[in-house]
């Protein structure tokens, strides 16, 4: 804008003869550093300024004047967008009021203000409002900074509360005069109350925004439809035409004037009041019709404002005129609004339209500011985030795009950081949302888990085993698999399992007088947790003695069982989840952090890298630039819209043990009533032909160690039209990020279902079945009794009546044919094997998932049980019915005892099998179950060998 002006009366400066201040309806960074703002205010043209979002994002989302101060607060803080936003503006603001301060002082705080707004998110929220008022009030720390609330009716209060509270008010959005005199209402209260708590009131200022143009743009377009349809009102209408909004605010004025005569106002003066005075705002020139200075020509009169855009300001600088216009023909303003009332032209309506729309507005200014912050931001921070790159199908990107553009507009990535439950099913849900604010609070604590870490240091752990399930091991595993052996630091081991092979094998890797045992279990009441501990506790015994207790931890909700018996056990260390974290969202609290403490993994380091992934993801990321929305929302219109369920997870060698995890994630949280996500891990890439369209593939690729052979298969399913998301990884560390990507991505996803993400209804239903069965065998010493409905060389066949009358057949083959013939388009296969998890067996079922995939190009799950009951399992029995199931069981080849228990860890094993089987078949699932006599690797060959020949 111009800082100079024509010789001769500048009329700007001239407004000073009618005691009207004109503010400069603008802000930005060169401009208050270049001088710019200085010689405005010096030469007398500007005497306060008003910003707003509209304004910041302008300024913020155009070239490079803020990279600077970006720079310098990234290299030192992990911030969100909204909080750098906030930095900057503050800055900008100080500037200015640096800048206005001799103006506000010599003019005794009349004038000299600059003004900044609080969220416009919080336009119809008192609380929020009160609060954030203060709290920038606070930060910006400038006896001449105006905090800007909008007129709203929720606000009102809040206005008489920050005022109470000595804080200088800019109100604004104010259209109607019932609104104009609600806000003389709060502005008094509040200097009553400041008044009787002993404050100043002479240092407490406030403007009345009364907006201007908008009014005549709804007006004269009404006026302007109705003469064009031919309204036999034409030339009464179009007298009105320009006019209303004027009127509206001379009316106002009126009333301004009227009040400041009150004996209530006179008191309040006495004691040194300053009066609340009018300002105009939205006062450039919509019309091209009408002069580019009307709504400051014709709104000038003593103890008021305009607050004036560039351009208009330039314009009354070079052709105003300065006269006292607001006083002038107020009968005549009357008579136009009584005219409007008699037209039909609903001033009312009109303005609480504009008030909705002065607020929706704000928030989309507001939104696209935050929006170009974070994307600023993004682009700074470089490789210290992990990128997202979307290829999709041209329909289903814009379905996503819509999506987002809805959360959007609903504004409920605010809600759902908010805590509310709405975002789902309005049930429980805000229960379990302590994850959204765990990153923060263990770093809050990192001093007592560093000191945890350098004790386990100490000691010299040669080995630290974890003893756990679901959510309590899921995460852990990665953190050994993807990080290794640390200096220092034992060998992380991770046992979820009931097979007694397998608890055999991880009791042969220790030496338990070593070892560090943690028991991870969120209820403490977990079967497979708490048989497992008692094995290795007698087992550590056989050592230790006396000095067992001292090597083992516990992980475990405060209350729990668990540490009921930790602390009775005398056990070295008892660590506290957080009982509003459901196990599968637990890996940045303690039930990750513990284990990767002992295991020697950095956890500042760790911590402050997950800390990327919350700002990223922080309710003030709008959701286009939201990594976890973005995420979500494709996740979740891809599934219901597009029929894309099947989440393919594709990952780099050195961090491919996150799909396990993610797996877990998105099947227990999404697979319900009907419905869900099925995501399916691991299975080997192969060429577009074996992929039907229900898949969405995701490609967790590590930078410094990615496949050459992976990029390839990636493109080549690109370039066939199938959907992929790409997320890079610059380094392993980065893996937190991406646990919290996905827990809020995965959130998103439910709420796009339709489900509550945090609750699992189908997983007691097996537990359930599973006690029976247990409780059956310590009562008779043995299970109850089963019969296959065949038999053929080493395989028993058994399935419910309904899946067994579907499966006839004269020999293994035949059955097996019978069963898979049952798999059509859109399905998916789950191998579920209840047997030892180890390398042969890895081999053994990643062959025959691929073989089964090739033959029916469908999806393919390969699971060992009971580890995927606490993960997938949920999906499988609550999900969508478009699951076929065969459940492999074997006789075991050895077993163990569980100390205190009558049944065994094979017992156990068999009755998991057992009771989730009966619960696939209750809920009419495609299953089969096939149990191997005698030797397990013989049988498995057999049965891959009569597999493949039925598919």
Known sequence: MTTSHKKGVNPLQALATVRQSPWLDFIRRSFVEDGSLTRLVEDGDVRGVTSNPAIFQKAMGEGTEYDTQIKSVL????????????????????????????LY???????????????????????????????????????????????????????????????????????ALSAYKAVVEAWVSGLEELHKKGGDLSRVASVASFFVSRIDGKIDAEIDRRVKAGDKEAEALKALRGKVAIANARIAYVYWQDFVKTDRWKKLEAAGAQPQRLLWASTGTKDKAYSDVLYVDSLIGPDTVNTIPPATMDAFRDHGTVSETLTQDIEGSRHILAEAERLGLNLDGVTATLVDEGVTSFEQAFDLLLGSVAAKQKTLLADKLTDLKTSLPAELGESVKKGLADWQAKGTIRKLWAKDASVWTSGPESKWLKWLDIVDNRLSHLSELESFQAEVKARGFKQVLLLGMGGSSLGPEVLAETFGKHEGYGHLYVLDSTDPQQVATYAGKIDPAETLFIVASKSGSTLEPNIMLAYFYDLARKSLGDKTSAHFVAITDPGSKLEAHAKKAG???????????????????????????????????????????????????????????????????????????????????????????????VAESTGKHGKGIIPVDGETLAGPARYGKDRLFVYLRLASAHSHEQDEAIKTLIDAGQPVLTITLHNKRQIAQEFFRWELATAVAGAF?????????????????????????????????????????????????????????????????????????????????????????????????????????????????????????????????????????????????????NYTFGVVKAAQARGDFDVLAERGRRALRVHIRGSLKDGLALLAQELHAAV
């Open 571 to 665: 056990f070295w260390k008892i660590f506290a989840g957080e009982p509003e974290i459901g196990g599968r969202y637990s890996i940045l609290s303690n039930f990750g952090l513990v284990p990767a403490a002992a295991s020697g993994i950095p956890l500042k380091a760790f911590l402050n890298d997950a800390l990327h992934g919350v700002r990223a993801s922080d309710a003030s990321a709008p959701p286009a630039e939201n990594p976890g929305v973005t995420l979500g929302t494709i996740l979740g219109v891809a599934a219901t819209q597009y029929g894309r369920d099947k989440l393919t997870i594709i990952a780099s060698p050195a961090i491919a043990s996150f799909g396990a995890w993610m797996e877990q994630l």
């Open 753 to 901: 279902l339709g489900i509550d993400p945090f609750d699992q209804p189908d997983v007691e239903a097996s537990k359930i079945e599973t006690r029976k069965l247990t409780d059956a065998y310590n009562k008779t010493g043995s299970l109850p009794a089963e019969k296959p409905f065949a038999e053929h060389g080493p395989f028993a066949f058994f399935a419910d009546a309904a899946n067994a009358g579907a499966l006839k057949g004269s020999d293994a083959r035949s059955i097996l044919k019978a069963h898979f013939d049952r798999v059509k388009a859109g399905d998916y296969v789950g191998l579920l094997a209840y047997i030892e998890r180890d390398a042969a067996t890895l081999e053994w079922i990643q062959h025959n998932r691929l073989k089964i995939r090739d033959a029916k190009t469908v999806a393919t799950a390969a699971e060992f049980g009971p580890r995927f009951l606490h993960s997938t399992g949920q999906a499988y029995k609550g999900g969508p019915d478009s699951g076929v199931f065969l459940q492999i069981t074997a006789d075991d080849s050895h077993d163990l005892p569980v100390p205190g228990e």
């Open 105 to 175: 002082k010599s003019t005794k705080a009349r004038d000299g203000f600059v003004s900044l707004e609080v969220s416009p998110y919080l336009a119809r929220d008192e609380k929020g409002t009160a609060h954030e008022a203060v709290r920038l009030w606070n930060d910006v720390s400038e006896p001449n900074l105006m905090i800007k609330i909008p007129a709203t009716p929720e606000s009102i209060p809040a206005i008489r509360q920050t005022i109470a509270a000595g804080i200088n008010v800019n109100v604004t959005l104010i259209f």
């Open 75 to 102: 290299a030192h803080d992990i911030i969100s967008p909204g909080a750098l936003y906030e930095k900057l503006a503050v800055k900008d603001i100080q500037t200015a009021a640096h800048i206005l301060a001799p």
